[in-house]
Structure formats: C-alpha cells, structure tokens
C-alpha cells in the first residue's frame, strides 16, 4: 500500500503559505474555542442545547441540525430531508455518566418507523451527536430516546408535527 | 401638513378596507385558510433550484452534457445496434414510451418512468435500486432484457468514434480512460450530466400557488373552481400530500398502496425489498470507488439505509408533474388513465395492504363531483401544452464537423424542437 507524500511547503503558492501561516497561527484559538465548547456542554443544559426533556433527574437537551450543522428548531424540522441530532444528557453530577443508547421515531397513526437507522457518536462529557435521521412524511412523528441512567433505562418521548 | 394628514389617513384606511374586504374577493369555498396556503407554499416554487451533483465529476459539464445527450440516442450501445435509451425514454412522449410495461430486448415488468426533473430525485427506479443517476443510467445499458450492452463494447466504441473521442475528451481533459470499466461509468456519468438538465415547464398549479402567495384573487379566480376543490381535497380528505408532498410532489420515498405485485405467468416483483438487495451488491453505489464525492457527504441516505420487512411490494412515490402526459400509471402500468388512479384510492382494497404498512390508507369513497374534482388539480400539475423534445444541449467546441451539435442519429428528436417553456 502507497502512502501518500504531504506536498512539499516549496511547492505551495505564496497565497497558500499566507493562508497555512495564518491557520498555523489560530490553531491555538480553535483548540481554545473548542475547549471552550466542551466546557459550555456541562449541566444543566441551557437553551443553546435545545429543547428540554425530563425524566427524573435526568436531563436531555436535543437540537436538530440540517445539512451544514445549521441548527433550527424541532418544529421546523423539514420533510424528507436528512438531519442530525445534538443530545445533553445531564444525570444531576457534575460530569455526567449517562449514556445515549438509541434514537428512534415512529408516526404512531400511521403504526411505522423511519426507513433510515440513525447512528449515535459520543462527543464526550454526556454530549452526543446523532446522524441519519429523516421523517419522510408530514404528520406526528413521536421521537424516543433511550438513555441508560446508572442501571435504568429511560426513555423519553417527544412529539413532533412535521408539515 | 393637516391636509397631508388626512390625505394619508384617508389611503391608510382605504387600504384597511381592501386587506379587510380581500378574503371576500374569493369568497366561499375557494378561500383557502393560512394553513392550506402555507402547505400548499411547500409545492413550489417551481422550478427547484438546480443542484450539481457532488458524486458526477462531470454534473454541468456543457461536454458531458453534450456528450450524454448524444449518448442517450446511441443505438450502438445496445447489443442489437437497433434500440437505444431513447427507446424507452422517447422525447415526444415525455421521455417514458406510453407503454404499461417497458419493452427492451424482452418485455419488462414494470412501467418506464419519464425522466423529467429526474435530476431531484433520490432513489431512482421504482424499487430505489440505485441511489445515483449515473448508477441508474449504466444498468439499462447493460440489462440484457434492456439494452443487452456491455462494457468492452461501449468502451471500444469510445475509443474508435472520432466525434466520441473527441467529446469524451472535452469533458473529462483526457482521453477515454484504458480501463473499460472505469469507460463504462463515465459514460453512465455523461448521460446523467445530460438528464440533470431535464427540467419540465412550469403548470397552471404553480401559477396558482405564486398568485396565492401574492394574495392576487384575481389570478388565483382565473383557476377553475374544480382545480381548487380538488387542491382542497388533494391536502385534506385524501391527504395525498402526506406522501405527494414538497415542489416534486413526491417525498421520494416507498410505499405499497394495494397495487399487485404479482407477475405473469409466476412470480411477484419484490419492490423496495429488492431495490434494496440490488443497491447494496452494486460497486456503483455511493459508498463504492466511483463516487467523485470525496467526503461521501451525498452518500448519507445509503449509508442509514433500513430494510425492513414492509419493504416487500413498496414502490416509490412518484412525482405527480406532467401527469397527463405519462399514462398508464401505478409500477406496473396497471391504471389506463388518472380516473382509475383516483378510483384506486377512493375504493382501496384494504386487504391487498400489508399487515405492517401504511395505515392512513383507508377508502376515500369520493362522489363523481368530488373525483372530478381531484382530476382537475391533478391535471393542473402538468403543462398545457405537451411537452415535446427536451432543449438540445449548450454549443461546445467542434468535434470533427459537428460544429458543436449532436450528430444526425435516427432515434434523436426532430431539429428544432424543444420544449416549451
């Protein structure tokens, strides 16, 4: 197997060693920014999360997120197009241990699921981040959130109206 | 200053008493309720920004347009030199061919859908057996029930045609590549260039949507009555629009509306169940080599794809534009005519559906006004006048005499006609 030589920093363009120069030079501000992000994510959730689910102790903030990560509200979830998920879970600690297991959605009156399986990645510090989800016809879709709380398995429901 | 006062007082209320008296302008039944506009604004507009296809290098290529226009009208791809995509995709009769079942090489099973606006969709075919045009674009030619074609032959007919050579060459910089599978998609990737730019007329619905959102009663009266009442019933009762929904009036996914499935003299066509099995064996998936779309970003459908056991008869929705003009209807080209398509829903046969499926689906019982009614706004999603061939592609550089224009071919549409916009 080949492996891929990075091109030589002789062979860039003055405008492409500006343009590493000054990302060399903010990387420190993104790992910052970052950081800083992680560090927003701890409990309770604030409305920067989304909306609010409750169960018990447990919290459960989720945003939905088009294409470009452009987040909009639950209501405003567009039909039959893809979107992901950004998930606080927050168990009453200060470092939240609970864990997302599964996303589903249903249309309850029409007895069916979606046609797609969403897939969930942890990002660390109870944030979660959810792919793959679609509602491909307008009507109540009812989402579930399974989260494993200690020994509990909780889930948490929320109705949505897609038009 | 207290003249000027009064004066636009006077307008102000003037206007008052128009917005206030405007309802009445299309008073009674006709007057939809902010709720039906606004879910009759997600029809449009029309036509649907165009989008370049990430996984085709060659999407909007004027070249590769040109190159699968031509492409498209080959017999020479087709193991008997007689047929080509055009057959069954015939320009003058909105690209599918009137009959209830294609007939290639041998009889097909299911009906030829018509390529307009096929550029928007998401699956392609009636089971979603592909999830790319140029993916859907390289089976036909290589089905021997369809065109029976294969890729040594297609790539030598590449590298042996001057004018071929020459158009390849301008739209992929380079010669016909030497490996004739890597040929053979490219050439699939020309002729779906060229599909993209299929994009049918606006209808009379459009009109009506736009004058509805402009609030011009007067354009929105212009529509028939029936053409509203069936509107009303297409969103409400029938509630066609759970699944006919967005500017493609399609939500592009499947369904199984009580259609047999059963095929002469044994068997039955599995439907999305298939489509599914089909989409994940082929190397000209998404998630396969050939997708020019590095961050497989386009790849997100196939990639959360769920089979499940209610896939088994499901058919995609189709789009509901240009209806009139591309009878028979359903997967099988069953349904003669839109007034057996309404006559299905309004009658359904309730234990044709599956145990697992769609529950919403339930008769309709719809009186004669009432189906006249749903005919009349289903024919305003078409263009009033037929659509003839499509536009031939944008002039590129010369190949051997050509001046740019398609060669003279027998199944290629008559000069100068296109359609009309």
Redesign the interface.
């Known amino acids: 197997m080949k492996s891929r030589r990075l091109p030589a920093r002789e062979a860039e363009s003055p405008a492409d060693r500006v343009r590493h120069g000054v990302l060399h030079g903010l990387m420190p501000l993104f790992v910052l920014g970052a950081s800083c992000a992680i560090a927003q994510a701890t409990c309770p959730p604030n409305e920067a999360d989304g909306s609010l689910l409750k169960r018990d102790s447990l919290q459960l903030a989720w945003r939905p997120l088009l294409?470009g990560d452009l987040p909009i509200a639950p209501a405003a979830i567009p039909?039959?197009k893809?979107f992901a998920l950004t998930v606080q879970l927050c168990d009453g600690s200060a470092a939240s241990k609970a864990v997302l297991k599964k996303v589903a959605a249903t249309m309850p009156?029409?007895?069916?699921g979606?046609?797609?399986?969403?897939?969930i990645s942890s990002l660390g510090d109870g944030r979660f981040r959810v792919?793959?989800l679609?509602f491909?016809?307008?009507?109540r879709w009812q989402i579930e959130f399974e989260v494993l709380n200690g020994k509990d398995v909780l889930r948490l429901l929320h109705d949505v109206q897609i038009? | 200053m207290t003249f000027r006062f009064d004066r636009f007082l006077i307008v102000r209320l003037a206007c008052i008493f128009v917005l206030a008296s405007a309802p009445s302008a299309q008073a009674g039944e006709f007057e939809f309720s902010a709720d039906e506009i606004a879910r009759i604004a997600s029809h449009g507009p029309w036509p649907m920004p165009s989008k370049r296809d990430t996984g085709n290098r060659v999407s909007g290529n004027p070249a590769a347009i040109h190159l699968g226009y031509r492409l498209f009208f080959e017999p020479r791809l087709a193991a008997n030199q007689q047929i080509s995509c055009a057959t069954c995709h015939q320009p003058g009769k909105s690209l599918q061919d009137g009959l209830a079942t294609a007939r290639g090489l041998q009889f097909g099973v299911r009906n030829t859908p018509g390529l307009w606006n096929v550029g928007q969709q998401r699956w392609f075919g009636w089971d979603g057996g592909h999830d790319n045009l140029w993916s859907a674009s390289l089976r036909p030619i290589l089905d021997p029930t369809e065109m029976g074609g294969d890729t040594k032959r297609t790539a030598r007919l590449l590298r042996s045609q001057a004018e071929l050579d020459c158009l390849y060459q301008q739209a992929f910089g380079k010669a016909p590549d030497p490996r004739d599978e890597n040929l053979m998609v490219n050439v699939a990737k020309a002729i779906a260039a060229w599909q993209e730019t299929l994009v049918s007329p606006a209808t009379p619905f459009d009109a009506l949507r736009d004058a509805l959102l402009r609030g011009d009663d007067a354009a929105v009266a212009r529509h028939a009555p029936a053409v509203r009442r069936g509107l009303r019933l297409f969103l409400g009762r029938g509630q066609c629009a759970t699944c006919h929904a967005g500017p493609l009036f399609s939500n592009g996914e499947f369904g199984d509306i009580g259609v047999p499935f059963f095929i002469k003299p044994e068997g039955v066509d599995p439907g999305r169940q298939g489509g599914i099995k089909r989409l994940m064996a082929t190397p000209h998936n998404l998630l396969g080599r050939h997708n020019d779309d590095s961050t497989r970003e386009n790849a997100t459908a196939t990639r959360h794809l769920r089979p499940e056991h209610r896939n088994f008869g499901e058919f995609k929705v189709p789009s509901l534009r240009n209806l009139r003009y591309t009878a028979p209807y359903m997967h099988n080209g069953s349904l003669a005519t839109l007034r057996d398509v309404v006559r299905h829903y309004s009658e359904i046969d309730e234990d044709r559906l599956h145990s697992d499926g769609e529950r919403i689906l339930r008769p309709l019982h719809l009186s004669e006004s009432e189906i006249d009614d749903l005919l009349a706004f289903l024919e305003s999603l078409s263009p009033d006048d037929p659509m003839e061939s499509p536009a031939p592609p944008p002039k590129i550089k010369a190949c051997n005499g050509t001046a740019g224009r398609p060669a003279p071919h027998r199944q290629g549409p008559p000069n100068g006609s296109r359609a009309k916009n």
């Open positions: 294409q039909m039959a893809h009156e029409h007895r069916h979606m046609n797609y399986q969403p897939r792919e793959g679609m491909h016809m307008s009507g038009r």
